[in-house]
C-alpha cells in the first residue's frame, strides 16, 4: 500500500494565480475606491443642505457605530448562511441604498434626513459583507496563505483609499456631491459581479448536530473569544491600538495647526494624512515576511515598541517633515499589528464560528476603540493642549506593549516552573 502520509502536501498556486482570491481582490478594490470617494462626498453633502457640524459629525460616526449596534448579530448570521450569498446580495443593497440618493434629488425629494439614513444603512450592509468575509477569505486561500491574503486585501485598500480621497474632491467638483455617490452605487455593483465569479467558493461551514438558536449562537463566539487566552489578550491589544487611531486622526488637523505650522487650506495638510494611510501599504508588504520569521504573538513585542516610539516622535515633532516621515513609518507598524491580530483569529478560529468571533473582535477594536480615542483626545486636547491629547494615542499603544510583554513573561516564567517540575 502507498504511504499516503508520506505523500507531500499539494503546492498551491500564487495568490496573483488564483482565479478565486483575484476576483475577490478585484471586488474589494473596485467597491473600497467608491467607498473611499463617498467618505468625502457623503459629509460635503450633508453640509451643503444643512450648514450643520452636528449632523456631519453623525455622518462621520456611521462609519463605526454599526459596530456597536449590530456587531454581534451580524456575525451569528454569517456563520448560519452561504457566506458569498450574503456579500453578493449586501452589496446589491449597498448598491440600491446609495443609488437613492441620486435617485431623490433628480425628483426633487432629497432631504437631510435621508442622506443621514443613507450613510448608516450603508455602512450597517458594509458590516454584514465583512462579517461573511471573515470565514470566505480562510476557506478560499487556505490558513497557510492568510498572512499573504489579509495583506494583499488591506495593501489593495489602503492604495484605493488614497487614491479615492484624492480625487473626491475633482469628482465633488465636476459631479456634484450627488453624482459621486452613484459612481459608488456602480463601484457595489461591479463588486458584486466579481463575487459572483468566484467559482467554487467556499460555503457555510456545517457544524455538526443541531444548529443553535441565533442568541445561542452569539454566546458561542463570544465564550470562544472570552476563553481563548492569546486571542483575548491581542483583541485587548487591538482595542488600545484603534484607540491610538482614533485619537491620531482625530486630532491631526489641531496638532498641524498650531504645532507645525500647517494652517487652513495649505495644501500640506493632505500629505500627513496620506503619509499616514500610505504607511499602510509598507506594513502590507512587511507583515508576510514578518510572520515567516515569528509567530504573531511574539511579532508584538517588537512592534508594538517600536509603533509607540515612533509615534513620541511625531507627538515631539515641530518640523513637519519630520512628522511627515515619523507618520508614515507609524502608520506600517500600525497595520502590521492589525493584519497580524485579524490573522492569527482567523487562524486559530474554527470554520463554523469564523463572522461570530471576528465581528466581536472588531466591534471592540473599530466599533469601540476608534471613537473613543478620537473623543478622549479632543477632551486632553481642550483641557491640555494639542500635544497632551496626541500623547494619548502614545500612551495607549504603549499599555499596549507592556500588556503583551507582562504576558509574554507570565508564559515564560510558567513554562520554566512547568519544566523544572517535570
Known sequence: MTDTAALPAPQLPPLRRDSGFRNFWLSRAVSGLGSAVTAVALPVLVFQQSRSPLLVSLVAAAGTLPYLAFGLIAGAVADRVDRRTLMIVTDLLSALCLGSVPLAQALHALTVGHVVVV?????????????????????????????????????ADTVVRIIGNGVAGVLIALLHPVGTLTLDALSFAGSALFLRAVVNSPARAAGSGPRPGLRESVREGVRFLAGHPTLRVMTVVGTLQ??????????????ADRVLGIHGTDGRIGLLYMAWSAGGIGGSLLLPRLRRRYDAFPLLLVVLPVGALLGLVVVLSTDWRLALVALAAWGSA?????????????????????????????????????????????????????????????????????????????????????????
Not at 392 to 413: D, E, G, K, P
Open 119 to 155: 450613510a448608516f444603512l450603508s455602512s450597517s450592509l458594509s458590516l454584514f459583507f465583512d462579517a461573511g468575509g471573515y470565514g470566505f477569505v480562510p476557506a478560499l486561500v487556505g490558513k497557510d496563505r492568510l498572512p499573504a491574503a489579509n495583506s494583499a486585501l488591506y495593501g
Open 242 to 255: 484603534s484607540f491610538s487611531g482614533g485619537a491620531i486622526v482625530g486630532q491631526l488637523v489641531v496638532f
Open 334 to 422: 500600525y497595520l502590521v499589528v492589525l493584519v497580524n491580530t485579524m490573522t492569527y483569529s482567523q487562524e486559530v478560529t474554527p470554520a463554523e464560528l469564523q463572522g461570530r468571533v471576528n465581528t466581536t473582535r472588531r466591534m471592540l477594536s473599530s466599533g469601540l476603540g476608534v471613537p473613543l480615542g478620537a473623543l478622549v483626545a479632543s477632551a486632553v486636547t481642550v483641557s491640555s493642549g494639542i500635544r497632551a491629547g496626541m500623547a494619548t494615542a502614545v500612551v495607549s499603544i504603549t499599555l499596549a506593549a507592556i500588556v503583551v510583554w507582562v504576558v509574554w513573561a507570565v508564559r515564560l516564567r510558567g513554562a520554566r516552573e512547568r519544566a523544572v517540575e517535570a
